[in-house]
């Protein structure tokens, strides 16, 4: 006996231009206002947190406060409840200067919110007049091709530029010119 299992049908993908059609049964949000927050760039490594943190409290109380060291100088974003207070601080402390010969940058700099999640703005509609599209960048320049995890990596070019072992000779070289300075 046979038995007869049902047929697997594959229903037809439905492109983007028939799935935008729904667009009505969404309920479009309004993306968040952007944060303003208070960039203090080039500070000195000599000045101390707690000297930024005086001059901020001179206004304010900061809700935010955040600091970033490179190896030439260090960056300090705060926000503070009141966007005059914010402007005000620019307005005294912009072109500051710390020790002699450096001066601070300070500017109200626009934060948007990351989007936390991968399908948070899912049902959010956008534009869909489709000028500003960049097709085909999402996976190589062809629509056919295969994902960015199949490109060559950084990794693999690493495991095929291995180096050659060196021979007795030069390795007898740098022993003796390390030993001789």
Known sequence: MEETKPRHHVTRYRNRDQ???????????NPSPPKNRVKIDKIPLDVSDYMIEDWINEFDEPIFLKFYD???????????????????FVSKYNNFQVHEGENISVE?????????GRNQNRFILKDTTRRDRDYGRRRGNNRGSLGSH????????????????????????????????
């Open 108 to 116: 109200i700099i626009d934060i948007r919110s990351k989007n936390k």
């Open 19 to 29: 799935r935008n059609t729904l667009e009505s049964h969404f309920i479009q949000k």
């Open 150 to 181: 199949y490109d060559n990596s950084k990794k693999s070019q690493k495991k095929k530029t291995v180096e050659k072992p060196k021979s007795v000779e030069q390795l007898d070289a740098e022993l003796d010119a390390y030993m001789n300075s």
């Open 70 to 88: 490179t190896k030439e100088n260090r960056t300090c974003i705060f926000e503070l409840k009141d966007l005059t207070k914010m402007k005000d």
